[in-house]
């Protein structure tokens, strides 16, 4: 009997030394950095860019443009109000000065283990929603359940890895994860927006609605006019205020919206005095629109910010669901009519670069030939990626800004003889159905107008009939989500850690998908792989060449035709601010701006001296 103890005994002792080692691997921690550790240690008091003692209190008023008619930020249907997410927080958020980590939030620790196939989050005992009750690990079951059910399809991707979301504790939730590949996940699951159960349980979560919802944020929302204004007033009461990733940020006591039919009247709306703080993104304005007496006496302040933010790609976007643009040529070809240099020249005053990469202005962005472990990588899919991803560095057609582009034409016009297209009596037919070349460019906004309209004349001298259509803001929301259009201006912005978003983006489940990023339509198996790549990278190092090469593809398969970028902020603002001494790296940062009460008071009687 002795002898069968001890045995027994032995082998306990042996299992738990055998378990041991995964045991050692589990990391409790305030932060989770992609890769690395956090900048910020455990008990950092707040971030370099902020100004702890920041003054609270004042009002400012910024702006929108079109309308809105839901409070729902979460969901496919409607149109959610500007500064809608400030009424809600996440698990976790992250800092403006590092590449991707993030601190908690609502939860108090992060635990993962080291091949991070889960994740558990403790929440803070003092996290509150605005009707007092305690944030639960219910309320973030619930959430994470409802988002995937009945949210926008965003999150479908974006979490898809999460098998199952459990209760461990009256304050921890745990998230198990498919796999330990998508190394990313710990970070984007603390991500997730957590909404009260108690509240939406039994109202329709589907459906759009103007009834004022409960949060855990630092605002409330004060009054609305729907569709036209909404004010949010900060929440004295709010429990995080002290946390340290918040501390100085948040001190506008009073934020409200004001929408605006368009930018032109948003724009003279600012310059009156009706706006405290504008974000100008035309070049033609910004160089145009501002020789005003405010700011000339510095009333008004017009401040050109350098920033180290990715700048992703804008570009006119193909819809490859359409047949006449399927054909990798046809897209290459109509590149050659978008005369970039003399659009920058004429129109934009010079302020831009030419994008080539879809993560422009980041140390992820291409160049060159692939060389190294990237080569390594492309040349397992040689045979079904475009040959010139070997041999050919990408760069969009360049002309001499004359404007007269009969050369990039003519090399158009081979492309397309080479893609079964051929001019009959100057229209550009299909030899097989017989069928014109025709489609229509759909704008949202009218000062687009301008851009494409030469671009449109260069495609009607290669024999295509092209509409340019504007339409409002509602209209173009609804057709991107339904695939509805032939060709858009779309903006693929990006960070400096891609992951899970891309599969929302260029993913071949996406491309069916009705509200995913996927407008493009990309169904490409290579690129399916490599974005699978990026999700897997296992250091910084490995993402940055998995990204590089995801890049040569999405370019060398011309599923755009890239337009420009500015690595800077443009802004202005009615001088009633002050800002911390330091600036973030990757964000503009005006949630850290306060109002100066003195300037704030003066700023009135300063203002009838140039009217």
Do not use: C
């Amino acid at each position: 009997m002795m002898k069968k103890i001890f045995f027994i005994k032995l082998y306990i002792f042996i299992i738990l030394l055998i378990a041991a080692p995964s045991i050692a691997e589990i990391n409790i921690s305030h932060a989770i950095a992609m890769h690395g550790d956090p900048k910020y240690g455990k008990d950092f008091k707040y971030v370099d860019y902020v100004n702890p003692n920041a003054v609270k209190g004042g009002k400012v008023v910024f702006s929108s443009t079109g309308s809105f008619d839901s409070f729902n930020p979460f969901i496919l249907k409607g149109t959610s109000a500007a500064g809608i997410g400030n009424l809600f927080e996440t698990l976790t958020t992250s800092s403006s000065d590092e590449a991707f980590t993030e601190y908690g939030l609502l939860a108090e620790t992060i635990e993962w283990p080291d091949d991070r196939s889960w994740v558990a989050f403790t929440l803070r005992k003092e996290a509150r929603w605005h009707d007092g009750k305690s944030v639960t690990p219910e309320d973030v079951i619930w959430t994470f359940n409802a988002l995937m059910e009945k949210g926008h399809p965003f999150y479908k991707y974006y979490y898809g890895d999460v098998v199952e979301v459990i209760k461990e504790s009256d304050l921890k939730i745990r998230f198990n994860f498919k796999g330990n590949t998508n190394l990313e996940l710990p970070l984007i699951v603390g991500q997730l927006p957590v909404l009260p159960k108690h509240y939406w349980e039994n109202k329709n979560f589907e459906e759009t609605s103007l009834e004022i919802p409960i949060g855990s944020g630092p605002y409330k929302i004060n009054s609305f006019d729907a569709g036209r204004s909404i004010t949010y007033e900060l929440n004295n009461d709010y429990w995080g205020k002290n946390i340290p990733i918040k501390k100085g940020t948040e001190n506008f006591g009073i934020m409200k919206y004001e929408y605006y039919k368009d930018r032109g009247i948003e724009r003279e709306a600012f310059k009156s005095g009706d706006i405290d703080f504008f974000s100008e993104n035309s070049s033609k304005e910004w160089a145009t629109s501002f020789e005003v007496p405010a700011v000339q006496k510095k009333l008004i302040i017009k401040e050109l910010i350098e920033h180290e933010n990715p700048q992703g790609m804008q570009a006119f976007a193909f819809n490859t669901r359409k047949d006449f643009f399927k054909d990798k040529k046809v897209r290459e070809a109509l590149s050659y009519a978008f005369d970039f240099e003399w659009t920058n020249e004429n129109l934009f005053y010079g302020a831009y670069k030419r994008t080539n990469s879809f993560f422009e202005n980041s140390e992820l962005a291409s160049s060159g030939l692939p060389e190294g472990e990237e080569l390594k990588l492309l040349s397992k899919y040689k045979n079904d990626l475009p040959a010139e991803v070997f041999n050919i560095e990408f760069n969009p057609p360049k002309t001499d800004g004359s404007g007269f582009i009969r050369k990039e034409l003519s090399k158009a016009t081979s492309l397309l003889k080479e893609a079964g297209w051929e001019l009959k009596k100057g229209k550009l037919v299909n030899k097989e159905s017989g069928k014109y070349f025709e489609f229509e460019i759909l704008l949202v906004s009218p000062a687009f107008e301008r851009i494409v309209l030469p671009f449109r004349d260069n495609l009607e001298k290669l024999g295509m009939s092209v509409n340019v259509r504007t339409i409002d803001s509602a209209q173009y929301q609804k057709r991107l989500e339904t695939f509805d259009f032939d060709m858009v201006v779309k903006t693929f912005s990006q960070s400096l850690s891609p992951g899970n978003e891309q599969r929302n983006f260029w993913g071949s489940n996406a491309a069916d998908t009705n509200g995913s990023r996927n407008i493009v339509g990309i169904k490409n198996f290579v690129i399916d792989i490599l974005i699978e790549k990026v999700i897997s990278a296992k250091d910084r190092e490995d993402l940055i060449t998995t990204t590089k090469a995801l890049d040569r593809a999405l370019l060398w398969n011309h599923y755009v035709i890239p337009q420009w970028h500015i690595s800077s902020y443009r802004t202005l603002y009615w001088d009633i601010f002050d800002k911390p001494k330091f600036r973030p790296k990757y964000s503009l940062g005006t949630g850290t701006w306060w109002i100066n009460a003195g300037k704030a008071t003066t700023i009135v009687e300063r203002k009838k001296s140039i009217q």
